[in-house]
T-cell receptor, first 114, second 114 residues
Framework: GAVVSQHPSWVICKSGTSVKIECRSL??????MFWYRQFPKQSLMLMAT?????????EQGVEKDKFLINHASLTLSTLTVTSAHPEDSSFYIC??????????FGPGTRLLVL | QKEVEQDPGPLSVPEGAIVSLNCTYS??????FMWYRQYSRKGPELLMY????GNKEDGRFTAQVDKSSKYISLFIRDSQPSDSATYLC??????????????FGTGTQLKVEL
């Protein structure tokens, strides 16, 4: 149980384009979903927290207009990286939570912006 | 000072060894303590979580929490090459209103050699 999927698993795009990443909880309803990014050999950095049907809460230093988060249902959240630039290249990971204390992570999406 | 400190390693042990992974934390408000395992280019996988001080065992894994010294440990018995991964400790403070933000350590890279 507690499976979280992400799509796509990797994406290469040109600078200036937008990229959408989907996060789905497959076998449970997630009241809260989280988006993280991870640079090589570094830990996960929380970008934002989203609850179904409400606006996402962004961490300090994360541009809300650049990283658009939509939590449309209890099983789906999307992260759109708008006008992507090479410095946005990273590993993006979502997690989903039904209980307050447990987060289950997706497999991650590797983004490379050329 | 980081809220959660973890030695990044790398830690290399022979197959069959007992592995000890450790973290310290500074915020006494943390109530839950997790260990995640992350294979290269994959999302973190929840291994164990504990709430109170003491030990929790699951197969070859034992999680230990000492709230008085703000010290958390993960022990792996009879380590296997398949245990080679990065191990992330994480802490959680549950706030009134339902917040549940995880704070991660930097991760310890473990290699179990044949």
């Amino acid at each position: 149980g507690a499976v979280v999927s992400q799509h796509p698993s990797w994406v290469i795009c040109k600078s200036g384009t937008s990229v959408k990443i989907e996060c789905r909880s497959l076998d449970f309803q997630a009241t809260t979903m989280f988006w993280y990014r991870q640079f090589p050999k570094q830990s996960l950095m929380l970008m934002a927290t989203s609850n179904e049907g409400s606006k996402a809460t962004y961490e300090q230093g994360v541009e809300k207009d650049k990283f658009l988060i939509n939590h449309a249902s209890l099983t789906l959240s999307t992260l759109t990286v708008t006008s992507a630039h090479p410095e946005d290249s990273s590993f993006y990971i979502c997690s989903a939570s039904a209980l307050r204390e447990t987060q289950y992570f997706g497999p991650g999406t590797r983004l490379l912006v050329l | 000072q980081k809220e959660v400190e973890q030695d990044p390693g790398p830690l290399s042990v022979p197959e069959g060894a007992i592995v000890s992974l450790n973290c310290t934390y500074s915020n006494s408000a943390f109530q839950y303590f997790m260990w995640y395992r992350q294979y290269s280019r994959k999302g973190p996988e929840l291994l164990m979580y504990t709430y109170s001080s003491g030990n929790k065992e699951d197969g070859r894994f034992t999680a230990q929490v000492d709230k008085s010294s703000k010290y958390i440990s993960l022990f792996i018995r009879d380590s296997q090459p398949s245990d080679s991964a990065t191990y992330l400790c994480a802490t959680l403070a549950v706030f009134t209103g339902g917040g549940n933000k995880l704070t991660f350590g930097t991760g310890t890279q473990l290699k179990v050699e044949l």
